[in-house]
């Protein structure tokens, strides 16, 4: 995630989250739009977690090692429980996994994934 703030001339603040395609770092982009409605959904878990945290104490704790493994998982549960999981690629789902290992997530097993990819 990547995440902007500026104020313009008219103290108007304007907040842009750029996503990372994590996913698809293979080719680098995405033909499946449920994969892309799913990357989206976890920016937008973040998203919402900054408005209801405030963005200071958002990147406060997203700049600790514990509280941005926290945050994370609480955008990957968002993934993963999202409708359109279950019609992501199972690439996708893998990677998604594998990532939610990373963030501290122990087994999951929500999809079960017919074949690794060969790539």
Known sequence: M????????????E????????FNKWEGYSD?????INMFEHENK???????????????IFNTAHGKKYLERRA??????HESF???SDRYK??????????GYGIISKVKIKQLPLK
Do not use: P, R
């Open 76 to 81: 990957i549960e968002k993934m993963i429980n």
């Open 15 to 22: 907040m842009k989250i750029g996503v990372k395609l994590l």
């Open 94 to 103: 893998l990677g998604v996994y594998k990532y939610a290992v990373e963030n």
């Open 2 to 13: 990547n995440l902007t703030q500026k104020t313009d001339f008219f103290g108007i603040t």
């Open 46 to 60: 973040h998203y919402s977690d900054i408005k209801e945290m405030g963005l200071n104490k958002f990147l406060k």
């Open 32 to 36: 499946n739009a449920n994969d892309i």
């Open 86 to 88: 279950d019609k992501c």
